[in-house]
């Protein structure tokens, strides 16, 4: 099964009618240059195809409306643009089309600090929410490292390092403001916290990958600041050493707020890159919440279980400045690793399985990808038994892409034998089309063909994404 | 707007060759007795219609299918059938048809004790299956009063006391089996703890009410039992007092595990009922979760709390003897005001609004329900700003119904202008068709029709519950 190509879908015509109503519609707020094109036709990830014909830049959601409206008129694609950082590809034009930045539209509409909710544009990234927010003394958790746009964080049903304690977009976004394919408006869910009206078509957009809608607005949950929060690091003799201890402290039931894994090649990469003197050893990074008392009670049950481990002391971190310092080299790891081998690309897999599995899936994949030669990292928000390996290659060389390729087509295989899933947080994209089939099975996927052909008819959002469309 | 009649929707013929060939297929697993149709052509809400023409008692994924293919080719209605427990005539059949009952497919699969996941029949109830797993230290928490079936509950989003702390079916439906419109068979979901493969079909059917699929397993999460557990009564002198003690309580971000509201009504009708004592005053019931020194820790903030609105001191039931005598009274609250007035039905409404706004919302509804001169009580899971009034009617007065229904009208009118939900938990049914169409508006509707077209174009899945069906 090849599973890294984008499969093969003939762009679409666009028409210099549909370009010519865009430009007259949208004005200087609509772009054919080169290299504005290009910009918005990739991502993060290690795929290409020809951009799209157009960017418009959305200020509203009547903008929005406008777009798809006209796209439906002339049956082009729209692909909805956040921040760019996905990495499976979402963003490639692969059937021609337009892109839709909903980057100005970043506005927070309205703190409900007292329910514990806000609602943004979809364009607003979570740094700058925290940031609007900071004085309310309540903190959006969801941190999936880069500093993803709400909107795109919504629509690949993101989630990162806080997800082990706070959830993941799935449980934290309560409703959103949708423009469906034929451009019309339509709103899911209310500040409720529950609800039991009807199908949850919160849930159903949220991971939909721009396939069903474009997000116009997002409402969700946020938590009061944590009364006391400490940062620990703590080193381990072996991988399983540390993998042990996380599975130990799950089934305990400890809240433990951050859990996350990183190998010895991420600390050498990360040591390099952000300057740190991290012991070269497999780490856990962690962070505990709660009330003074809480916090202390969760760290000693952890170090209790890591001592038993063969895990070294913790070393903690508990001003706000350390803390921050420990968590951007983390969240830099990504670029560390990049930077650790010039002129690579770095495939990244995002297996998750339930976490009695996880020393086992692990382990194996890190003896294949030790056999391999081919240079990698491993990182991981282990608490909910999800990882990443980062495959480093030459992307002139089509042997390493096959051989990285092989590697996660083996541990998703794996992951998925052990009933666990081929992304836990990335999403599906164009990259990981087949390891859906191979996951979900024929049926459920031709119930998701099925939902996206009542939903989009003409197939114009975001098209050749999650799934390819059967024939007609 | 007449919310409280089933939209009529002629009855099906139900041909005596389709019930000819059930009858040969099942045997004795079929049955058209008058008593066991009526049985299951009713649930523990207000509303009637004429029972199924049969009732197939399904003993494994196999007969469920087969009974869904035979009914697909006689274009015949099914509804699938747990405990009997909803409440908004979920079970009714108004279209004709037959019921597949679930029960007898209620054993637990297998229990993943070190995944903290169990996977079940659908036809287990939820005391079944914490009775089941009591030796592996964990528990599932939902408790939506009802020993309701865990099909059942996904079925219709339930959730119930302690979603405050765990959540509801949302959060804790991992993965289903699913017997589709055609009688094939799908899953969705793994057993990972998140995962981002492509659209989220384990929400879009958890609450689909039977009208998307028959769940024939259910893969649960599960929690480790609290190291300490505690449970305390509080009176208040005012119910206001009693929702603003609530909210500050939820603001500040305690974990309480579950904190319930009783007015005063209720509590001389559980104080009857159940042959307690307590205050006659609205009162709270909460329980608190977590180690030793967090449940000090919570119970202090929400006692100093409750002081500063005039709460009484904490009666505390510590030993789990109390405890459960003071839940099952709780529980019991339904039926102690039903018996309350001898020969009257309850109806119950089931609103659910941000936190901040309960007060508001509570306090007009209690006002409006005492001028209304309808007996009533009120409970509710307040720490989601979700609360129940129970109307209690003469069944044999239209008066009194059309009045608690408009009761409820402006309940959930202003509910929704709260921008809260006009069902928390219950969901849709035929009671609240309505409603829904008042709080997602036309557009969502008209999707979520969309998809049941996609899903079932026969329209054979539960007929005639959550929207009417649009002219084709």
């Known amino acids: 099964m090849d599973s890294h190509a984008p499969t093969p879908s003939p762009a679409r015509d666009v028409p210099p009618a549909f370009l010519a109503a865009l430009s007259a519609r949208f004005g200087a707020q609509c772009s054919m240059a080169a290299a504005v094109c290009a910009q918005h036709g990739r991502d993060e990830g290690s795929l290409q195809a020809p951009p799209p014909a157009a960017v418009v830049f959305a200020e509203s959601t009547q903008d929005v409306q406008d777009a798809v409206r006209l796209a439906a008129q002339y049956g082009v694609p729209v692909i909805p643009y956040g921040a760019g950082s996905s990495l499976e590809g979402h963003l490639l034009a692969v059937q021609g089309g337009i892109s839709i930045d909903l980057g100005r539209m970043n506005r927070v509409l309205s703190v409900n600090a007292d329910d514990l909710t806000v609602t943004v544009q979809p364009g607003i990234t979570r740094k700058a929410l925290n940031d609007a927010i900071k004085d309310t003394g309540l903190f959006f958790p969801i941190d999936p490292g880069a500093d993803a746009s709400i909107g795109g964080m919504a629509a690949t049903r993101a989630s990162g390092t806080n997800a082990v304690r706070y959830g993941t977009m799935r449980e934290n976004v309560l409703a959103l403001e949708v423009v469906t394919a034929s451009g019309d408006v339509i709103r899911t869910g209310t500040r409720a916290k529950k609800s039991s009206a009807g199908y949850d078509l919160t849930r159903l957009m949220v991971g939909s990958e721009g ?100 895990g070294n002391a913790f070393e903690w971190a508990t001003t706000p400045e350390e803390r921050t310092r420990l968590w951007t080299a983390r969240h830099n790891a990504y670029f560390a690793a990049v930077q650790s081998r010039p002129g690579c690309k770095a495939i990244s897999t995002d297996t998750c399985v339930p976490i009695s599995r996880l020393a086992d899936c692990l382990l194996d994949s890190v003896a294949e990808a030790d056999a391999s030669g081919i240079p990698y990292f491993l990182v991981g928000h282990v608490g909910d038994g999800n990882f990443h390996f980062g495959y480093l290659i030459d992307p002139d060389s089509p042997d390493e892409r096959t051989r990285a390729e092989q590697l996660n087509h083996q541990l998703v295989a794996r992951a998925l034998r052990m009933q666990g899933t081929c992304t836990g947080e990335h999403g599906v994209g164009i990259h990981k089309m087949d390891f859906l089939q191979e996951e979900a099975g024929e049926g459920a996927v031709a119930m998701m063909r099925a939902i996206k052909q009542a939903l989009d008819p003409q197939n114009i959002l975001n098209p050749g994404k999650i799934f390819t469309r059967p024939a007609r």
């Open 211 to 310: 396939t069903l809608g474009l997000f116009t607005e997002v409402t969700v949950r946020l938590y009061p600041l944590p009364e006391a929060v400490s940062a620990a690091i703590c080193s381990f003799p072996s991988i399983e050493a540390a993998v042990r201890t996380v599975i130990q402290t799950i089934q305990l039931g400890v809240p433990i707020a951050r859990v996350e894994l990183i190998d010895v090649n991420a600390v050498r990469m990360v040591n390099a890159h952000s300057k740190l003197h991290l012991r070269e050893e497999p780490l856990l990074l962690m962070e505990f919440h709660g009330s003074p008392t809480g916090v202390q009670e969760q760290a000693e049950v952890v170090q209790d279980i890591a001592r038993e481990w063969g």
